[in-house]
């Protein structure tokens, strides 16, 4: 028989399995959760980082270029300006010292030769010495101290120099404080015993001159600061020029000029930049060209079957007499749709003129308010009120007749399918600015789509509530179009009163601007606030 293996026992705290190949695995209870409690944990406290709100605004680019040339410049400055003062200051004290020292051991020798053992009073021979400005003689002879100003006796010594010229017998010097000054203290022993020759002289100069250096040099360091800063503001506005012609030309281009391009440039690294982004707006020119001519094309050929069928739909009106209800109810379906089939083609045409940027103004002189009330007469049968300003009554302008037209009709349909018809329409002037508003008394447009209305095959909450309306969504992105062609803007408020309903205001700038805009003819001066 033969020998069984020996086994031992798992261990307390873990679980054997046995795997199909017969090779035991050990695994640890709960250690596979508890590593994932912990990834858990790491992702909530990473997330918890990132949520965080920041402390202090994102600063741009410009501005940390510019605050890195100032803080490069500051710490320049600075670590230019210490190392200058502590030179300085070394060299000042190490002169003074070394000159204090040098007139202490003339005037020593000096001593030496006109005192005695039974020279009784030395004041008048350290009088006669010869000291530089704030320098105090002391003398020591015989176990007496001699001097020649008063602050300046025994105890303005200290001790510890007191003791190594006196005791040692040793020529010593220190720097100390003395009432509030900085004093260098300069002793030196005299051939008679315990006798010693003491020069107290003030700091005050050297302080001075190290002051004023300092004051100096930080006003260097401040003024070198402004001017790395400064520095730092060309270099970046230098930087960024190529980065704003960016901006400015996707700017351009969402506005339309899809032709526009940046400047080819020598700069090694600026012109990736500049060809990557040419390439993008060509590649985006040219796709949307594809669109819009594939819609135009579609557009076009949509015309003759469309032609065709409301030639058809005529023939089957002429008859509609003779028809039953279900095939009369057919006709006019056909007839309903037909129609609404025929304007969403116009639209289409219209829209694909705009973004092909061939669309232009055929500017000529149009009265405004005359336009204005012949376009709400031609536009509905209701009847509307008109608000005009008085001042506005004979004006003459030089705009798009066609354009501006369709803008008040297309407001004034966009009015009667979503807003159960208009109810008001003004004309007023503000500032600069002429403005042509339409009011209804629907249920009005929520600020969070006052935007959106405008973009193509957009209608709003109201209109998919309502399932009665048949717009396709293009009248109001056409009336934007126009508007913007013009050099104008279109929005959608509440109405001033506070009823429900809508207020739809185009504004036209009154100021020419070449190929753009419409031109008036006076100049009178407008209130800031309409009545």
Do not use: C
């Amino acid at each position: 028989m033969p020998p069984t293996p020996a086994t031992s026992s798992p261990s307390v705290g873990s679980v054997t399995s046995s795997r199909a190949d017969g090779v035991a695995v050990l695994r640890t209870p709960g250690l596979v959760d508890r590593l994932r409690t912990l990834r858990r944990l790491r992702l909530t406290k990473l997330r918890y980082f990132d949520d965080r709100p920041r402390l202090l605004p994102r600063l741009g680019l410009r501005t940390r270029i510019t605050l890195a040339f100032g803080v490069g410049a500051m710490l320049l400055s600075a670590m230019v300006g210490i190392t200058t003062w502590a030179l300085t200051q070394q060299n000042l004290l190490t002169e003074f010292e070394q000159n204090a020292t040098a007139q202490a051991r003339t005037n020593a020798a000096r001593m030496e030769q006109q005192v005695s053992p039974v020279l009784e009073d030395p004041t008048d021979a350290l009088s006669s010495l010869v000291k530089a400005a704030g320098s105090n003689p002391i003398l020591r002879l015989n176990g007496a101290w001699y001097l020649t100003t008063p602050q300046y006796s025994r105890d303005a010594l200290p001790m510890s120099l007191r003791d190594v010229v006196i005791q040692r017998r040793e020529q010593a010097r220190m720097r100390y404080e003395h009432e509030g000054e900085t004093q260098l203290a300069v002793g030196i022993p005299l051939a008679l015993s315990d006798s010693a020759y003491f020069e107290v002289t003030s700091l005050d100069e050297v302080e001075n001159t190290l002051d004023a250096l300092g004051v100096s040099l930080i006003g260097a360091a401040v003024a070198t600061t402004l001017a790395g800063a400064a520095l730092g503001w060309w270099t970046s506005r230098r930087v960024m020029r190529p980065f704003s012609n960016v901006g400015e030309a996707a700017k351009s281009i969402a506005g339309g000029k899809l032709g526009t391009r940046l400047e080819h440039t020598e700069d090694p690294d600026l012109a990736p930049i500049a060809n990557s982004f040419n390439d993008m707006a060509s590649a985006l020119q040219e796709r949307i060209e594809r669109d819009a001519t594939f819609a135009s094309t579609v557009s076009h050929e949509l015309r003759s079957p469309l032609m065709t069928l409301a030639a058809s739909i005529h023939v089957l009106e002429n008859g509609r007499n003779e028809m039953p209800d279900r095939a009369k109810e057919a006709v006019d379906l056909l007839a309903a749709d037909l129609q609404r089939f025929e304007q969403l083609v116009t639209d289409l045409l219209e829209i694909t003129r705009f973004d092909t940027s061939s669309t232009s103004l055929n500017l000529m002189e149009v009265r405004l308010a005359e336009l204005v009330m012949q376009s709400v007469g031609s536009s509905t049968d209701a009847d509307i009120p008109l608000d005009i300003d008085a001042e506005l009554a004979g004006v003459v302008v030089r705009a798009d007749k066609r354009r501006l037209s369709r803008v008040i009709a297309n407001l004034l349909d966009n009015a009667t399918k979503y807003g159960d018809g208009a109810t008001r329409v003004e004309l007023r002037r503000k500032g600069n600015d002429v403005l042509i508003a339409v009011e209804d008394d629907g249920p009005g447009v929520p600020a969070a789509e006052r935007r959106r209305i405008f973009q193509r095959f957009n209608r709003g909450t109201s209109a998919r509530q309502r399932g009665d309306v048949d717009g396709v969504g293009l009248g109001l992105a056409l009336v934007s179009e126009h508007v913007v062609l013009h050099g104008g803007r279109v929005w959608v408020e509440d109405k001033a009163d506070g009823t429900p309903g809508a207020r739809f205001v185009v504004a036209l700038p009154s100021e020419h601007r070449e190929g753009d805009s419409p031109e008036w003819d006076d100049t009178t001066e407008f209130p800031d606030q309409l009545p």
